[in-house]
């Protein structure tokens, strides 16, 4: 077990370079960045890239290992004749008449929601009245290297104090990968983007305080152990532009109006039907 989620968390590092790349394949079956990224927002409803950097990355490791354990399920349910079985039949017709139904619906309602047309100003007159909501904090990229104590973290800056620019960036996620206990450490520490409050307030109101392109210089306790940071890149806090959000807002006016338009749709729908 040990060694698939070595596995694991080795292939997820490379799949982030694209979503319908195959992170792995189980006895021929591919499992793309895709379907782990499906999985995550159906579990988080869609709020996952909300979530701290860290939490992401050791959810997208748990649902990778999920769905590898899925495929190894399902084929050796195949080889022991359960799809073949007369249970399994009679289950899978089940299934199947109630997703009739549920794809009829679904099409349905897509139908419905397609063709509710937002204008151009009802769009520019939601971004002008509510600019607050697409405020975003300052953020940072920032990596780290995490090991249980002091002495250790104390080492690792040494190995990279005399160090800077990329000779410093390289020799960091050398060290990441090598020295990190974190679940980021075979991404080379990588933590992505975050904004305030996002991490633990030890680390946050560290990383905060760097400049771009270093690390700090004492190792940074917290509830985890001794973290060692390298600061990537930092964003200024800033109002994301109308074009950016133009299709998140066109979506949100677009449901608020399919509310309206289903109660109508239903209310004339059941005047007409036979209701005993």
Same mark, same amino acid.
């Given at each position: 077990?040990?060694?698939?989620?070595?596995?694991?968390?080795?292939?997820?590092?490379?799949?982030?370079?694209?979503?319908?790349?195959?992170?792995?394949?189980?006895?021929?079956?591919?499992?793309?960045?895709?379907?782990?990224?499906?999985?995550?927002?159906?579990?988080?409803?869609?709020?996952?890239?909300?979530?701290?950097?860290?939490?992401?990355?050791?959810?997208?490791?748990?649902?990778?290992?999920?769905?590898?354990?899925?495929?190894?399920?399902?084929?050796?349910?195949?080889?022991?004749?359960?799809?073949?079985?007369?249970?399994?039949?009679?289950?899978?017709?089940?299934?199947?008449?109630?997703?009739?139904?549920?794809?009829?619906?679904?099409?349905?309602?897509?139908?419905?929601?397609?063709?509710?047309?937002?204008?151009?100003?009802?769009?520019?007159?939601?971004?002008?009245?509510?600019?607050?909501?697409?405020?975003?904090?300052?953020?940072?990229?920032?990596?780290?290297?995490?090991?249980?104590?002091? $002495? !250790?973290? +104390?080492?690792? @800056?040494? /190995?990279?104090?005399? *160090?800077?620019?990329? &000779?410093?960036?390289? =020799?960091?996620?050398?060290?990441?990968?090598?020295?990190?206990?974190?679940?980021?450490?075979?991404?080379?520490?990588?933590?992505?983007?975050?904004?305030?409050?996002?991490?633990?307030?030890?680390?946050?109101?560290?990383?905060?305080?760097?400049?771009?392109?270093?690390?700090?210089?004492?190792?940074?306790?917290?509830?985890?152990?001794?973290?060692?940071?390298?600061?990537?890149?930092?964003?200024?806090?800033?109002?994301?532009?109308? $074009? !950016?959000? +133009?299709?998140? @807002?066109? /979506?949100?006016?677009? *449901?608020?109006?399919? &509310?309206?338009?289903? =109660?109508?749709?239903?209310?004339?729908?059941?005047?007409?039907?036979?209701?005993?």
């Amino acid at each position: 077990m040990k060694k698939v989620t070595k596995f694991i968390s080795a292939v997820l590092m490379v799949g982030t370079m694209a979503s319908a790349q195959t992170l792995v394949t189980v006895n021929g079956k591919s499992i793309t960045q895709e379907d782990v990224d499906r999985e995550l927002m159906q579990a988080t409803q869609g709020r996952f890239n909300q979530l701290p950097a860290d939490r992401q990355a050791i959810f997208r490791q748990q649902v990778l290992q999920q769905l590898v354990g899925k495929e190894l399920i399902y084929d050796d349910a195949k080889k022991n004749g359960i799809t073949n079985s007369q249970e399994y039949k009679d289950e899978y017709k089940k299934l199947e008449e109630r997703m009739k139904k549920e794809l009829a619906i679904q099409v349905w309602q897509k139908k419905v929601l397609d063709g509710i047309k937002i204008s151009q100003k009802e769009l520019k007159d939601y971004y002008n009245k509510n600019k607050e909501e697409f405020k975003e904090k300052e953020s940072v990229h920032a990596r780290h290297i995490l090991v249980k104590t002091e $002495d !250790e973290a +104390k080492k690792i @800056i040494n /190995q990279l104090k005399s *160090l800077s620019g990329e &000779k410093l960036k390289e =020799k960091f996620i050398e060290l990441a990968k090598k020295e990190s206990t974190g679940p980021s450490g075979p991404n080379g520490g990588d933590l992505g983007y975050f904004s305030q409050g996002q991490m633990v307030p030890e680390f946050n109101d560290k990383v905060f305080s760097m400049k771009k392109g270093t690390i700090t210089k004492t190792p940074v306790k917290t509830q985890y152990g001794y973290h060692v940071i390298y600061l990537e890149d930092k964003k200024p806090a800033m109002t994301r532009a109308f $074009d !950016e959000v +133009k299709g998140f @807002i066109e /979506q949100r006016l677009k *449901l608020e109006k399919f &509310k309206t338009v289903m =109660k109508e749709k239903m209310d004339q729908l059941q005047k007409k039907a036979v209701i005993k």
